[in-house]
């Protein structure tokens, strides 16, 4: 059983050493351990570090691509140097690194497909009130939206069985951690919480630069992945709506008509013709949605048993 533990980094010379130094070189049930940095085009000596620790595999990037396209690059790698299992962790030291123990356990146990450590979002001294609020709002939407207990979705400790690893693909260039969250439902991937501790960052977060601009990338994202894993769901409950709408504009036309007072209103019957016109063309987009759904599904099938055959 061979475990990757994958670390994208971009300019990380000073966290890196003291994140590589803190892996764990033997876990129960795990017969090899490498380390795979991914780097994102650098301008530091953050390569140079990684090969001063003798860190096995190494992938370069000419420029900076971003942390969705670097996570994506790590995954391929691994597969194709054949690892059961797939630890991707931060290299800022965030997460503490004997918990990848208890983050593939469920893995090894055959009870997950992808573990995601949750991490102690209310006793992080560096997160502010709103950001903690905004950390549980944010991850509660994305658990009515994909149908999956994820405690912490923005956490990047997690843990991918091989399978799962195949199966996944990333098309926003912002975050991975989002979609993968949503599509995983959709293609039977078992996702599973498990508490994990953190350390002190030395830094702050890339991602994040400022609230605002999380908040809005975020919410882009969110809506992006509903509406290309949940197509129809999408578009029904915005035409059911509509249809609704337009319905009770309808109905009160109606009654204002046949107690003799329709004339006056008949700019309900405009606007309720117009929104159920609206509505229908609406549901009738996400059955058309779901048809392209369904096709990619194929595509992604046939995209999986591609690689299985190319990483035997």
Known sequence: MKLIIQIPCYNEEIALPVTLSELPEKIEGIDEIEVLVIDDG????????????????????????????????GIQKSIAEGADIIVNTDADNQYNAEDIQKIIKPILDKKADIVIGARPIKDIEGFSKLKKFLQFFGSKV?????????????????????????????F???TYTIETVIQSKTKGL??????????????????????????????FTILRMFIIYRPFRFF????????????????????????GSGNGHIQSLIISSILLITGFQTCVFGVLADLLAINRKLIEDVQIRTKRLENK
């Open 42 to 73: 650098s301008t530091d000596r953050t390569v140079e570090i990684a090969k001063s620790y003798n860190v096995k595999h190494i992938v370069t990037s000419t420029h900076h691509r971003g942390l969705a396209r670097t996570f994506m690059a």
């Open 142 to 170: 994305v658990r009515l939206l994909s149908g999956s207990a994820t405690d912490d979705v923005p956490s990047g400790f997690r843990a991918f069985s091989r399978d799962a690893a195949m199966a996944i693909n990333v």
């Open 172 to 174: 926003d260039n912002y």
């Open 190 to 219: 078992h996702i599973e919480s498990v508490p994990i501790r953190v350390n002190s960052c030395y830094r702050k977060s890339r991602l994040v630069k400022n609230l605002f601009t999380y908040i809005q990338k975020n919410s």
């Open 236 to 259: 029904a409950i915005i035409g059911g709506l509509l249809l609704l709408a337009g319905l009770f504009l309808m109905g009160r036309f109606l009654i204002y008509y046949f107690i």
